[in-house]
């Protein structure tokens, strides 16, 4: 059995990815999010058994909710054996076309620390069970907005999100490079552009200034998430990947 954990999985990827490793039997899945109290949660613990499915109640932003997650888990038979993959997919996305000079400032500070401090934190607290498990993987669901070379022509679009996916991709790369000598794997990974809440924002402007890029479903991102985080091997630590196994520049 491997053992995953996601944030973020009451909606959109998150979920899409919970779903997806549920249809393996082979898999046990921890999905948190700052509410389980939804429909979508309700519906899986109807459908699989307490041996595979767990949610779990946690706000990667509050230090304490993330001490208490890992209190219950580190006690927790599920994982018994450690934790094979740690998914950092919780995101946000304020402030899509804001420019540089009408950002709110606060909330772009908000984003940065998001995407680089928060997952810093949660990942430094599930270390013990990730190092105590066989796969041993960190995952790190960034963007292509991240991208010195692909975010360029894209102007006025998602300036404070790239700067903070820039930002957990350089924590993705640097972390990569010293979790390999624990034997630990890690990935930064594009999961597309798909039909979710922050995708959706960008309908117009993407079918104004970039037609021919093709939306995705949430089932096919998730899917390929998890192929390129299974075939993750230690060789290939550190790298940017995106949802179909290629790698993208930096």
Same mark, same amino acid.
């Given at each position: 059995?491997?053992?995953?954990?996601?944030?973020?999985?009451?909606?959109?990827?998150?979920?899409?990815?919970?779903?997806?490793?549920?249809?393996?039997?082979?898999?046990?899945?921890?999905?948190?999010?700052?509410?389980?109290?939804?429909?979508?949660?309700?519906?899986?613990?109807?459908?699989?058994?307490?041996?595979?499915?767990?949610?779990?109640q946690?706000?990667?932003?509050?230090?304490?909710?993330?001490?208490?997650?890992?209190?219950?888990?580190?006690?927790?038979?599920?994982?018994?054996?450690?934790?094979?993959?740690?998914?950092?997919n919780?995101?946000?996305?304020?402030?899509?076309?804001a420019?540089?000079?009408?950002?709110?400032?606060?909330?772009?500070?908000?984003?940065?620390?998001?995407?680089?401090?928060?997952?810093?934190?949660?990942?430094?607290?599930?270390?013990?069970?990730?190092?105590?498990?066989?796969?041993?993987?960190?995952?790190?669901?960034?963007?292509?907005?991240?991208?010195?070379?692909?975010?360029?022509?894209l102007?006025?679009?998602?300036?404070?999100?790239? $700067?903070? +996916?820039?930002?957990?991709?350089?924590?993705?790369? =640097?972390? @990569?490079?010293?979790?390999? %000598? &624990? !034997?630990?794997?890690?990935?930064?990974?594009?999961?597309?552009w798909?039909?979710?809440?922050?995708?959706?924002a960008?309908?117009?402007?993407m079918?104004?200034?970039?037609?021919?890029?093709?939306?995705?479903?949430?089932?096919?991102?998730?899917?390929? $998430?998890? +192929?390129?985080?299974?075939d993750?091997?230690?060789? =290939?630590? @550190?790298?940017?990947?995106? %949802? &179909? !196994?290629?790698?993208?520049?930096?």
């Open positions: 059995m491997s053992a995953w954990l996601i944030t973020g999985s009451s909606r959109g990827v998150g979920l899409g990815i919970v779903h997806y490793l549920l249809k393996n039997e082979g898999n046990v899945v921890i999905a948190t999010a700052r509410s389980i109290d939804g429909q979508a949660f309700k519906d899986l613990e109807l459908k699989y058994p307490k041996t595979r499915f767990q949610p779990v946690l706000d990667i932003t509050d230090p304490e909710s993330v001490a208490n997650a890992v209190s219950l888990l580190t006690t927790s038979p599920l994982l018994a054996d450690g934790l094979d993959y740690l998914v950092n919780a995101g946000i996305h304020p402030q899509p076309f420019t540089f000079e009408t950002l709110d400032l606060e909330a772009f500070q908000e984003e940065v620390l998001f995407n680089t401090v928060v997952p810093v934190r949660l990942t430094r607290a599930f270390l013990p069970l990730i190092k105590k498990s066989r796969e041993k993987k960190v995952i790190f669901i960034t963007s292509v907005m991240g991208s010195f070379e692909r975010t360029w022509p102007v006025n679009e998602c300036n404070s999100y790239s $700067v903070g +996916k820039a930002a957990l991709n350089m924590v993705a790369r =640097k972390w @990569g490079a010293s979790l390999k %000598y &624990d !034997g630990i794997s890690v990935a930064a990974i594009h999961p597309g798909v039909k979710t809440e922050i995708g959706d960008l309908l117009q402007w079918g104004e200034n970039a037609p021919q890029v093709s939306q995705l479903g949430v089932e096919e991102s998730a899917a390929g $998430v998890v +192929k390129v985080s299974e993750l091997i230690l060789e =290939k630590t @550190g790298e940017f990947w995106n %949802y &179909d !196994g290629t790698t993208l520049p930096w």
